[in-house]
């Protein structure tokens, strides 16, 4: 366990251009909804990026914290937290004032029988964010569930693209996209829709699910045969240092790792990684929703963590004992049914 706590403290380590971006965001940082996959990683990547490039700035980051133990692990990484629920108007309200902003929070499984509460996360509760914080820079999170399903050989799709997102919970990402985007006109609010295509780490995500899959001789569906990925470390530095590149009307940044993997392939590396034979159903149906992140490529830089390092770390970890979230992605989700 120690060599794994090892590992993620070296690869969660702030990058010498995120402890230099930092210094440029003019301000304090809060991350809205910061209980969920990415949030406490990010907050505890941002505290380290400030003390290592030696200046004062605060993190706040704020949820319902059902969990005290995940609400102590932050305050012990130096970040401030407030317990808030963000749907009720008169705690929203009560938040203090920010320069930076990013916007987590969201409901995706679970739609499926409960639509309204979906709708109100993803497309009310923007609207009001965007009112509360109309004077701050704000990073939204969106999904590659609004594209299209396109040729896994069209090299995926770019920021100019018409959305056509299939099955409620796509649709009301892409109603979350466009109440920020009417808000960010109102009010001149500096705005990032930062439109993630898949991260992964330790503990979830593609890569993880492919290797159970194998480690396990469960059958893995090959119908959406292809997806992007990228290392959720990755992903957090491209979320924080996205925040000085917001603007009104806002800037849209499709956010995924640079290859079109095909998931056949990944199943093989562990295959041989655990000396086991893969387990395929079904066949490839020759689509997918995949992201073309080239604009992001020249902001950032391609990812640190590369797909044949995420291979090697996820089997490590997986073999040692790593915990996990047990948070399926449902990437072979054709129907857009979560």
């Known amino acids: 366990m120690e060599d794994l706590i090892a590992l993620e403290q070296k690869l969660t380590r702030p990058s010498t251009k995120l402890i230099e971006d930092i210094k440029s965001i003019d301000g304090d940082i809060m991350l809205l909804g910061v209980g969920g996959k990415m949030g406490p990683s990010m907050g505890k990547l941002a505290a380290r990026a400030i003390k290592e490039a030696g200046i004062s700035k605060r993190v706040i980051g704020v949820s319902r914290f059902s969990d005290e133990k995940a609400r102590k692990e932050l305050e012990d990484a130096g970040i401030e937290t407030i317990a ?19 916007y987590l929070a969201g409901h995706k499984f ?72 009417y808000f960010s006109k109102k009010n001149n609010t500096p705005l990032l829709i930062y439109r993630l295509n898949y991260a992964v780490d330790f503990r979830y995500g593609v890569i993880m699910e492919i290797a159970k ?22 992903a957090n530095e491209i979320a924080i240092r996205s ?30 990684k655990f000396g086991k034979q893969p387990v395929y159903q079904y066949e490839a149906e020759g689509s997918a929703l995949l992201n073309n992140a080239a604009e992001c490529h020249k902001l950032f830089g391609y990812p640190q ?28 989700e054709r129907g857009g049914k979560f």
């Open 110 to 181: 679970g739609t499926v029988g409960n639509e309204g509460f979906t709708w109100a996360m993803n497309t009310y509760l923007p609207g009001r964010v965007s009112e509360k914080f109309k004077n701050s820079n704000i990073v939204a999170f969106s999904s590659g569930n609004v594209l299209p399903f396109v040729p896994v050989t069209s090299g995926g799709v770019s920021e100019e693209t018409t959305l056509e997102p299939i099955g409620e919970y796509a649709q009301s990402c892409l109603g979350r996209e466009r109440i920020f985007e």
């Open 243 to 272: 925040l000085l590149h917001c603007a009104s009307p806002a800037k849209i940044l499709n956010v995924t790792g640079p290859e079109t993997l095909s998931t056949k392939w990944v199943a093989e590396e562990f295959g041989r």
């Open 213 to 234: 899959s194998v480690l396990s001789g469960k059958p893995i569906d090959l119908r959406t045969e292809n997806v992007n990925v990228i290392w959720q470390g990755d």
């Open 305 to 332: 963590v590369t797909i044949k390092e995420i291979i090697d770390i996820t089997a490590i970890w997986l073999t040692q004992g790593g915990e996990e979230f047990g948070k399926a992605t449902h990437f072979q």
């Open 84 to 102: 808030c629920d963000l749907l009720n108007d008169e705690e929203l309200f009560k938040l203090p004032e920010v320069k930076n902003v990013i």
